[in-house]
Each structure stands twice: as C-alpha cells, then as structure tokens.
C-alpha cells in the first residue's frame, strides 16, 4: 500500500464546477504539499499546509491531522485548470517528500 | 517562474551509457533533492545535498550518484543506463530559514533510454 493515496484518479468536469481531490496518507509528517504539473512536467508548489486551511484564490487546502487526509478544491473551475494535481507529504524532520500519483483534472468549456 | 532551471530538456542516450543531468538552483537554496517520475506516476525520491554532502537517499543503486557545487548548482549522474530509467528527471531546491521548507520545482529533464 502506498504512503500517499490520492482519489480521484481522473477527473473530468465542465467550466464553473466545483473540485474536490481528496489525499490520505499513513505515516508521521511534518507538511503537505499540493502541487500542479502540466503536461510537460513542470511542477508547482501551490500549496504547503502542516494545519487547517490556506485559500489562495480559487484554490482551497484543507488538512485533517488526526484523520491523516488533506483535500484540495478548485472553485468555479477553467479550463486552464486542466493538469494532473500532486499531494505530497514531507516526513519528519527531512526535506524528502513522498509523493502520491496524481488527480488528472480536466475541464471542458 | 520558480528560479530553478534543469538541462537539458530532452535527452536520449542507449542501453549501458552514461548520462549527466544539471540543475540551477536560487542563490542560497542549499539543500537539492533530486527525483524519478516514471509515465503515469508520482515523483520518487532518489537522494537530497545538502551543503555538497548527500544528506539522504532513496531505493535507488549506486549507479545514481550526484554532486553540488558552492554555487548553488548540481549534477546527477547515472551509469549504465537501463531501459527503465527512462522517466522525467525532477530537481527541487530549497530556501533554508523557513520551519516548513518549501521546495522550488524544476521543469525537469526527460530522459528516454533505448
């Protein structure tokens, strides 16, 4: 079983709806990450949370400690949107993050 | 635009050579982590420096092997090269001084092996 679990996979939706990418994870951390790749592999950093909730427009974290899951919403979602989201998790006191596989979002207009 | 470049972009190298990837952090990020993403899955992490010492590794042989250099960029290296390590090759840096270090993202470097 991986460390990192993300659910959905794939997700497909129309412009204007609301995501929710969920994270689980089983061990001990100090951070999560969610981050964003497009298709050409760069990766960004939306997203560093250790508790509750950080907003940076229309993107939502949320962390549950005790429950081990984060979440990740997009409101009024865009095409732009469209790219494969990343939760990773970063263990104790290192900097090595342990990644989950990824949520591939696309939106349709 | 996270300040991170890697080179080169693409490579493609056969069976058994070797093969050299770079990485340009920021100024003062002296911590690198270097990572494997095979098609269709997560980053591995293959080994961090800190400082030009490696500082943890991942499951990976010592045929990966890396280096940093004062000014802030690195190296990593493969021998023998397998088919399977044909992925996209991540670099991420990090600013010290923060409790929780964010780490800078690479565009990456795609390597195919055949």
């Known amino acids: 079983k991986n460390e990192v679990e993300q659910s959905p996979q794939n997700l497909t939706a129309q412009e204007g709806e609301f995501i929710t990418i969920n994270c689980s994870y089983s061990?001990?951390?100090?951070?999560l990450h969610w981050l964003q790749q497009h298709p050409g592999g760069g990766i960004v950093s939306l997203f560093m949370l250790s508790s509750g909730k950080k907003k940076h427009g229309r993107l939502i974290a949320t962390i549950n400690i005790q429950e081990k899951h984060s979440s990740l919403h997009i409101t009024a979602s865009h095409p732009r949107d469209s790219a494969v989201y990343i939760c990773a998790v970063k263990k104790g006191d290192t900097d090595k993050l342990i990644f989950g596989t990824g949520t591939r979002l696309q939106v349709f207009p | 635009e996270t300040g991170v470049t890697q080179s080169p972009t693409h490579l493609i190298k056969t069976r058994g050579q070797q093969v050299t990837l770079r990485c340009s952090s920021q100024?003062?990020?002296?911590?690198v982590s270097w990572y494997q993403q095979a098609l269709g899955q997560g980053p591995q992490f293959i080994f961090q420096?800190?400082?030009?010492?490696?500082?943890g590794r991942g499951n990976f042989p010592p045929r990966f092997s890396g280096l940093q250099f004062p000014n802030y960029s690195s190296e990593l290296n493969v021998n023998a090269l397998e088919l399977d390590d044909s992925a996209l090759y991540l670099c991420?840096?990090?600013?010290?001084?923060?409790?929780?270090?964010?780490?800078?993202f690479g565009p990456g470097t795609r390597l195919t092996v055949l």
């Open positions: 100024s003062g990020h002296n911590t």
């Open positions: 061990v001990g951390i100090s951070a």
């Open positions: 991420a840096s990090t600013l010290p001084g923060l409790s929780l270090n964010e780490q800078f």
């Open positions: 420096y800190y400082r030009e010492e490696e500082n």
